[in-house]
């Protein structure tokens, strides 16, 4: 069963950046889409972004689009996630998570494996 281990978050203060990284237990395949999703205190788990393990293929909120960019490196099987210019509501835990297909990408329930999770705090 493919295990997926986020690193990298931490405190940053207003309009900074931080890169968190995913690293998956063994290969990705093909199929995957690998997606990174967030979720503030008291609130639901929503969609930041997603790459298409096939062909690179990325997909964004349209709330971080802009300022968020989501990689891959397929020879560490590692997806990440660079953000920059974060705000204090970019707070949450984020979380990796891998799905087969391309379909609904944005939808939390389409992805069957996900981390543990890291925490962003950005200060204003």
């Known amino acids: 069963q493919l295990q997926l281990v986020e690193s990298g978050g931490g405190l940053v203060q207003g309009g900074g950046s931080l890169m968190l990284s995913c690293a998956a237990s063994?290969?990705?395949?093909?199929?995957?889409?690998m997606g990174w999703f967030r979720q503030a205190s008291g609130k639901e788990r929503e969609f930041v972004a997603a790459?298409?393990?096939?062909?690179?293929?990325?997909y964004y909120a349209d709330s971080v689009k802009g300022r968020v960019t989501i990689s891959r490196d397929n020879t560490k099987n590692t997806v990440y996630l660079q953000m920059n210019s974060l705000k204090p509501e970019d707070t949450a835990v984020y979380y990796c998570?891998?799905?087969?297909?391309?379909?609904?990408?944005?939808?939390?329930?389409?992805?069957?494996?996900w981390g543990q999770g890291t925490q962003v705090t950005v200060s204003s």
């Open positions: 998570a891998a799905k087969i297909g391309t379909m609904r990408y944005d939808l939390r329930n389409e992805y069957a494996l």
């Open positions: 790459i298409s393990w096939n062909d690179g293929s990325t």
């Open positions: 063994r290969r990705i395949f093909s199929m995957y889409v």
